[in-house]
T-cell receptor
Framework: DGGITQSPKYLFRKEGQNVTLSCEQN?????MYWYRQDPGQGLRLIYY???????QKGDIAEGYSVSREKKESFPLTVTSAQKNPTAFYLC??????????FGSGTRLTVV | QQPVQSPQAVILREGEDAVINCSSS?????VHWYRQKHGEAPVFLMI?????EQKGHEKISASFNEKKQQSSLYLTASQLSYSGTYFC????????????FGTGTKLQVIP
């Protein structure tokens, strides 16, 4: 079945560490996105990519980095510069004129 | 700018109807609607495109007033499975849309 796979489901980060969240899709969608969700809040856009080797900052890109070397993959790195990284991270993909398909999410906690 | 949703929360008995509203201060190309159950990823329900085209489900419908930049989601004859948080998302550009999400409406359906 086609879909988006995010891993790991749970991730714990120590202070000063960089961590990378994986996102893979087999839907053949061109566009991919990373959103962050804090408890009781909506989704805020971190980065998005419309084609391979190109990506744009969203509303809260500071402290995060991405790459898009393959159409299927859009990993997100949470760097030590992100001071409050504890959140639920959602990866999504889309085609023009249709809604997003989301992965099951990664819950990141700072320890 | 984030779209505004109302109400913030609503409790329904099975079989009752509900309306969730979403408004934006910007001219919109499309409006998305998603439902998220606790601890899970959002699931796409419907997209409404500028020009009046609508795609979505049978038992849940929506409208899009382009002049007022408002959308409403209609839930009729609610079922227990309708419980969750509903998010609207707005896109101002079209194409590989960059969606900005509202803060959500928590809906609980009780027997």
């Amino acid at each position: 079945d086609g879909g988006i796979t995010q891993s790991p489901k749970y991730l714990f980060r120590k202070e000063g560490q960089n961590v990378t969240l994986s996102c893979e899709q087999n839907l053949n969608h061109d566009a991919m996105y990373w959103y962050r969700q804090d408890p009781g809040q909506g989704l805020r856009l971190i980065y998005y990519s419309q084609i391979v080797n190109d990506f744009q900052k969203g509303d809260i890109a500071e402290g995060y980095s991405v790459s898009r070397e393959k159409k299927e993959s859009f990993p997100l790195t949470v760097t030590s510069a992100q001071k409050n990284p504890t959140a639920f991270y959602l990866c999504a993909s889309s085609v023009v004129g249709y809604g997003y398909t989301f992965g099951s999410g990664t819950r990141l906690t700072v320890v | 700018q984030q779209p505004v949703q109302s109400p913030q929360a609503v409790i329904l008995r099975e079989g009752e109807d509900a309306v969730i509203n979403c408004s934006s201060s910007k001219a919109l190309y499309s409006v998305h609607w998603y439902r998220q159950k606790h601890g899970e990823a959002p699931v796409f329900l419907m997209i409404l495109l500028k020009g009046g085209e609508q795609k979505g489900h049978e038992k849940i419908s929506a409208s899009f007033n382009e002049k007022k930049q408002q959308s409403s989601l209609y839930l009729t004859a609610s079922q227990l499975s309708y419980s969750g948080t509903y998010f609207c998302g707005t896109d101002v550009m079209g194409g590989y849309q960059k969606v900005t999400f509202g803060t959500g409406t928590k809906l609980q359906v009780i027997p």
